[in-house]
């Protein structure tokens, strides 16, 4: 079994799969405004990657009475405060789980879903060593300038996949495409998607973030008939 570490400083979690022996890879996964660490399971349970451990955290925050709902960051004065809380408590989750399981940095990958995707930005290029992809779904770049001189050069060149949906209310495709402008000026390594969708992840979204993942976890894609079927598993 994987060792689980406890520290004062850890976020509550779930990992999945719970019986796993051996991980190479990991995929943390932080959950978008007022949910938690349930938010992303359905998501993750069809991935199906061997030998791949998901992490699920709940954010540290609230900004209501129900116990359930957690936040990364408020729209209060307190935002910077708690967004450099946030990004120190998700950097000390990696350097965590790369002790505690002896998996590489750049098999590390972030993944996040709207408020969850401006954290796995905002901490995933701060971060001190390379990554091996960030993956932020419909979210954007928060206090940009801010950003812009303190990205580490560990991961200057780290695969981004943006996703965003053309029906999406909440955070728009035109923030999606200033997100892409902004990182994009800075050189870094970017698939950029939109989707016929809402504020939501849609199965043709989730179809390319498998193929992202399995293309950088095991550099083939998917339907290369090399792949065949050995990097998947029914869980």
């Given at each position: 079994m994987i060792e689980k570490h406890e520290s004062p400083m850890?976020?509550?979690?779930l990992t999945f799969p719970d019986d796993l022996i051996r991980a190479d890879y990991v995929v943390i996964c932080l959950h978008g405004r007022n949910a938690n660490k349930h938010a992303f399971l359905p998501f993750v349970r069809q991935m199906h990657f061997l030998h791949s451990l998901w992490i699920l955290p709940t954010a540290p925050f609230q900004e209501s009475d129900a116990s359930d709902e957690a936040i990364w960051f408020s729209k209060t004065e307190k935002r910077i405060e708690e967004l450099t809380t946030s990004r120190g408590l998700i950097h000390h989750l990696i350097?965590?789980?790369?002790?505690?399981?002896?998996?590489?940095?750049?098999?590390?990958?972030?993944?996040?879903?709207?408020?969850?995707?401006?954290?796995?930005?905002?901490?995933?290029?701060?971060?001190?060593?390379?990554?091996?992809?960030?993956?932020?779904?419909?979210g954007f770049v928060v206090y940009p300038e801010q950003l812009a001189e303190e990205r580490h050069p560990s991961n200057a060149r780290v695969p981004v996949f943006l996703g965003y949906g053309r029906r999406d209310k909440i955070v728009t495709?035109?923030?999606?495409?200033?997100?892409?402008?902004?990182?994009?000026?800075?050189?870094?390594?970017?698939?950029?998607?939109?989707?016929?969708?809402?504020?939501?992840?849609?199965?043709?979204?989730?179809r390319d973030?498998?193929?992202?993942?399995?293309?950088?976890?095991?550099?083939i894609s998917l339907d290369d008939p090399r792949s065949r079927d050995e990097h998947i598993v029914q869980f």
């Amino acid at each position: 079994m994987i060792e689980k570490h406890e520290s004062p400083m850890n976020l509550e979690r779930l990992t999945f799969p719970d019986d796993l022996i051996r991980a190479d890879y990991v995929v943390i996964c932080l959950h978008g405004r007022n949910a938690n660490k349930h938010a992303f399971l359905p998501f993750v349970r069809q991935m199906h990657f061997l030998h791949s451990l998901w992490i699920l955290p709940t954010a540290p925050f609230q900004e209501s009475d129900a116990s359930d709902e957690a936040i990364w960051f408020s729209k209060t004065e307190k935002r910077i405060e708690e967004l450099t809380t946030s990004r120190g408590l998700i950097h000390h989750l990696i350097d965590e789980t790369i002790d505690a399981i002896d998996v590489a940095p750049e098999n590390v990958f972030l993944l996040g879903f709207s408020q969850g995707a401006v954290m796995v930005i905002d901490s995933g290029l701060r971060y001190h060593r390379r990554l091996g992809g960030l993956l932020p779904l419909s979210g954007f770049v928060v206090y940009p300038e801010q950003l812009a001189e303190e990205r580490h050069p560990s991961n200057a060149r780290v695969p981004v996949f943006l996703g965003y949906g053309r029906r999406d209310k909440i955070v728009t495709v035109d923030t999606g495409r200033e997100s892409y402008t902004f990182l994009n000026k800075f050189g870094y390594d970017i698939e950029y998607h939109e989707y016929e969708s809402a504020h939501r992840i849609s199965s043709h979204e989730t179809r390319d973030i498998r193929g992202f993942l399995h293309r950088h976890m095991y550099g083939i894609s998917l339907d290369d008939p090399r792949s065949r079927d050995e990097h998947i598993v029914q869980f």
